[in-house]
């Protein structure tokens, strides 16, 4: 491999385990990391807020120096505390696609900062945001949405019921955003502009680092973008069949067997240990 300086990686289910805990090894791995000049960030569907109470929850913030979160319609530096933002959604857009799904099953979360608002709240999806770090609250998302922005609109439903949302999603037609599957019980979408890829782009940008020189992480579709701009992209034994066959190396390790402390371990730090002797 060719020298690494930047290291993204996505969270739930690749760097989190199925407990939504960094293990052990994982914590071990990223910690060297910054001994070796390697930039380490987060790569996230999640808000910034959200990821950087978790980093102090997860002990693992000194190991930190980025998140793009938002599918890579945010990027935060921790160590100069700025924030950017990049094509936001218009409200009358997401009005467009709620209205075009209202009649399924399904939930609409619309997130700002650590709160999650929704047309629809139970104990299960509070209980869900809480395990995110978010605040869900109930209310009429049509004039909340009126004149406003939003990073991104997420459909949620049971799993067993994704697959009617899959069908209904394939007749929607709107050249002002694109939706993709993020877990098997959310669809989001977000400007046809924003995607992981973008945004690992404008982190490398940031950092003055080429991507050929940075490596990534993922195991879902929505990370497919990521994984294919970088010089490495990994993707998980856990991960979807089709990420592993968009061109990455496929781990032999699963999120809870630590993948990502062990690749970085025998392929990146290895490496720089056998250079450096």
């Known amino acids: 491999m060719k020298p690494i300086t930047l290291i993204a990686t ?152 994704m697959p009617i949302v899959l069908e209904r999603a394939k007749q929607y037609k709107n050249e002002a955003c694109v939706g993709f599957l993020t877990a098997d019980n959310l669809f989001e979408y977000v400007d046809p502009r924003i995607n992981k890829g973008y945004g690992i782009e404008k982190v490398a940008k940031h950092f003055g680092v080429k991507l050929e020189n940075c490596v990534a992480f993922g195991d879902e579709q929505n990370d497919m973008e990521m994984l294919q701009k970088v010089g490495m992209g990994v993707c998980m034994k856990n991960g979807s069949k089709q990420v592993k066959d968009c061109g990455a190396f496929v781990s032999a390790y699963t999120n809870d067997e630590s993948a990502v402390a062990r690749f970085i371990e025998e392929n990146i730090l290895k490496e720089d240990m056998d250079v450096i002797l």
């Open 10 to 161: 996505d969270l739930d289910g690749t760097f989190l385990n199925s407990k939504k805990q960094v293990t052990s090894l994982n914590k071990e791995a990223v910690s060297k990391l910054k001994q070796y000049g390697i930039l380490f960030g987060i790569a996230s569907g999640r808000p910034i807020e959200t990821v950087r109470a978790m980093l102090k929850e997860w002990k693992i913030e000194d190991s930190v120096s980025f998140i793009m979160g938002m599918n890579g319609g945010v990027l935060y530096d921790l160590r100069q505390r700025t924030k950017e933002e990049y094509h936001l959604l218009d409200g009358e857009v997401v009005l467009d696609i709620i209205h075009f799904f209202e009649d399924l099953d399904v939930d609409f979360w619309i997130l700002e900062g650590a709160t999650r608002y929704t047309n629809r709240t139970s104990i299960e999806t509070q209980e869900h945001a809480r395990i995110f770090g978010e605040t869900e609250i109930e209310i009429d998302l049509e004039p909340y949405l009126l004149n406003n922005t939003c990073n991104k609109l997420i459909i949620h439903c049971d799993k067993e019921y």
